[in-house]
């Protein structure tokens, strides 16, 4: 049987992973501005985000416009969007399924191998919903290196990864983590000892003895 304060760990620790989701979908800070060129201009910084564009001037003032257009996106955006959309709203379901399994809750108590599978399945779900997030990060980042590295790219034009992206692997990781540690609440084959079965009673004497 599984320890429940392992099962509590690996809950918080995917909640925890479905936050920082949220807020890495939310941030601006998914590719920021590269002064990697010998014309450096340190009074204003620039960053992407997946729903918007940003200009920080050294003043403090920060403008950022929306992307109108979701066709004339490119096709990583719109897939990173859909990613961590997608993974955001299979952690809300796993969050759901796995309360329901966790030992500490009071439903489903009267069958404990229910429970368990219902936070194993919790589990899986939080796997998926983190599997999604680290494809949609992974997939953005390597788009970030393919175009600072093309040469055909303006050294004025290329940009680094942005804390929203870190961000967003270390959701990951903890949708995983967290995931994985409720899988462990799997139950097994044998999830008790059967009862034990009485010992046949010796059958009475009859007093005679036989040679």
Do not use: H
Not at 62 to 72: G, H, R, T
Not at 91 to 113: P, Q, S, W
Not at 179 to 202: A, E, F, H, Q, V
């Amino acid at each position: 049987m599984a320890n429940a304060g392992l099962q509590l760990l690996g809950f918080i620790l995917a909640f925890l992973g479905w936050i920082g989701a949220i807020v890495s979908t939310a941030l601006p800070q998914w590719r920021i501005y590269s002064y990697a060129g010998d014309n450096i201009v340190t009074a204003q910084a620039m960053y992407e985000g997946l729903w918007m564009s940003c200009v920080s001037q050294s003043t403090g003032q920060i403008q950022c416009k929306v992307f109108d257009s979701l066709l004339n996106l490119s096709s990583t955006l719109q897939a990173t969007r859909a990613l961590m959309v997608v993974g955001i709203l299979l952690g809300v379901i796993a969050i759901f399924v796995a309360t329901v399994g966790m030992k500490c809750m009071k439903c489903l108590e009267d069958d404990e191998v229910q429970k368990m599978r219902m936070a194993v399945i919790g589990g899986v779900i939080f796997l998926l919903a983190g599997l999604a997030i680290l494809v949609a990060t992974a997939w953005y980042g390597n788009r970030i290196v393919q175009e600072f590295y093309d040469p055909m790219t303006p050294v004025n034009a290329r940009y680094e990864f942005g804390q929203a992206l870190f961000t967003g692997w270390a959701a990951a990781s903890l949708c995983l983590l967290g995931g994985g540690l409720l899988c462990c609440s799997c139950p097994r084959k044998t999830t008790s000892y059967p009862t034990p079965r009485p010992y046949p009673k010796p059958a009475p004497s009859s007093g005679k003895d036989y040679v």
